[in-house]
């Protein structure tokens, strides 16, 4: 009986020392020092590779060290009823937050006029808009969107939110489905991409839809970069529609030195920051659920795979 | 009887509008179409020129349209027994707010670093602080210093608060008097400056108490410029002292188009637009007290003019 942790992390040190003080008894292995694939029990992963998880015949649970899912499921060697456990949180939502605030403020405020204004030292001052005459739009509403949302709405903004199935949110007015799409985007001066990476959602932010935002409308990406077509947004942003865009995602990460983003003047590039996992209280989450599930007992929060989250 | 409104302002029809609509029985008049200086019982001011205020024998009180009385009290013939009052908040505080969580979310989040980073197409990933590690400081806590203490507090950074006088702050450790500013300011990664300018204040944050700031830390003013001593800030930049700062305000506005600050590349200018009176509300609030005025009451808000504010 060991644990899996999938060794191309970046921290992965960080990692085993955390699972070492809160599961002392379990050996953490990794791909390379793993031997016998059988006594693999659970793996702890961060878009592993495709054919990992399929040559472990003994795997309870697979736990993803992320809030999206989508580097798992693209694995078609996946095993097909084994639960996917998410992390709840872990401190991520705090993060997501501050970054979708930052972002918000930055358009909102006219941090992106005043800095072109500095390079010619020139004064000039713009009216300031109040928050609540300030539509911001955050679309999707899972744990991450939805405590955007709520911090938004916290600080006067008039705040919207989009989600696939209905919901409701105190001071957010919810669009919903297909339907709810153009409705939603046409109000959206300040747009947060906080989706989940599926198959409905990949491309969703194509020349089509990002017309429907208003015109001079910024867009923070800070889910996955694959939900915006990367050269609609480019064309988007070239063709004045948009005004700016703060991504911290990309079809291809690291973001290649060649891609035009990042020389963009219209672009923020950060390198996928926007939340990081806390290592601690992550190591904490999933040695709890093990210990439930060496128990006898169901993990909790485990992934619908037909949804994709 | 009438009212001046000194017309200085960039604003000026805009509250001469505004103040038509809830004062339609009191005349508007400005220096120029003023006639008789003792038909004037109220005047509307924002900086004016000293003496302006001095030549009004039957004046009653003077309204500020701004936070800041300082332009109005470096005035020697300012009249010494008429009331000035201060407008309460007028959407001032929320904008205020806003920019302090910007600065704060800017270093917090290393948005300074990631911008060179961008500038060398480096995708390298820094981690991310919990706000709770964050120590961040509020110098001032009036109305404005106190309401973004209590939103960063929110957002869980670890808050301390600076005031002449004690206070208590909910989540806000406080710190006052001369006593205090050395354990303040050295606890400050992240500095808010928010005082009012008074003889006491002023070159406040000079290379003394810089110097008492960590290492590498940043500096939002958004009150007024002579409370940093210019020289100390450029060398504490230059030096490495400080990280960068984020300025709203500067001693001579507006910012020279020679001044280094402009071009510094530590440095973020904005032109003193972190909170714009809101005309409406400004002119609701002082309709209000002069109806209360008119029919003997004292006027609520006013200045001490010993403290200055």
């Not at 198959?199 to 915006?228: C, E, K, M, S, Y």
């Not at 947004?233 to 973001?255: H, I, Q, S, T, Y």
Request: aromatic share 8%; proline share 7%; charged share 25%.
């Amino acid at each position: 009986l060991s644990i899996l942790l999938y060794n191309k992390l970046d921290n992965a040190d960080r990692w085993r020392a955390a699972f070492q003080e809160v599961l002392p008894d379990l050996p953490m292995v990794t791909r390379e020092t793993m031997g016998e694939p059988g006594e693999i029990r659970y793996a702890v992963v961060w878009q592993p590779e495709p054919g990992v998880l399929g040559e472990l015949p003994n795997l309870r649970a697979i736990f993803n060290l992320g809030a999206g899912v989508d580097g798992i499921l693209r694995d078609a060697s996946l095993p097909a009823d084994i639960p996917i456990v998410r992390l709840r949180d872990a401190g991520m939502a705090t993060q997501i937050t501050e970054y979708a605030l930052y972002g918000t403020l930055h358009y909102h405020r006219d941090f992106d006029r005043y800095a072109g204004f500095q390079r010619a030292a020139d004064w000039t001052e713009l009216p300031n808009r109040r928050a609540g005459d300030r539509p911001v739009g955050v679309m999707g509403l899972g744990v991450l969107g939805a405590d955007v949302a709520a911090k938004l709405a916290m600080l006067g903004f008039d705040v919207s939110g989009w989600s696939r199935s209905p919901k409701t949110l105190p001071d957010v007015s919810c669009f919903h489905g297909d339907d709810g799409v153009q409705a939603f985007l046409s109000r959206c001066e300040i747009l947060i991409v906080a989706l989940p990476l599926t198959d409905d959602t990949r491309g969703f932010l194509d020349a089509r839809r990002i017309a429907w935002l208003p015109d001079g409308a910024a867009l923070v990406n800070l889910a996955r970069g694959p939900l915006v077509v990367e050269a609609d947004l480019l064309a988007a942003l070239e063709g004045g529609k948009l005004r700016g865009a703060l991504l911290d995602v990309f079809n291809e990460e690291p973001l290649p030195a060649d891609n035009p983003l990042w020389r963009h003047p219209k672009v923020i590039v950060t390198p996928h920051i926007a939340a990081q996992t806390r290592v601690r209280e992550g190591a904490a989450q999933i040695a709890a659920e093990i210990r439930r599930m060496e128990e006898g007992g169901a993990p909790s929060q485990t992934v619908d795979r037909s949804l994709g989250y």
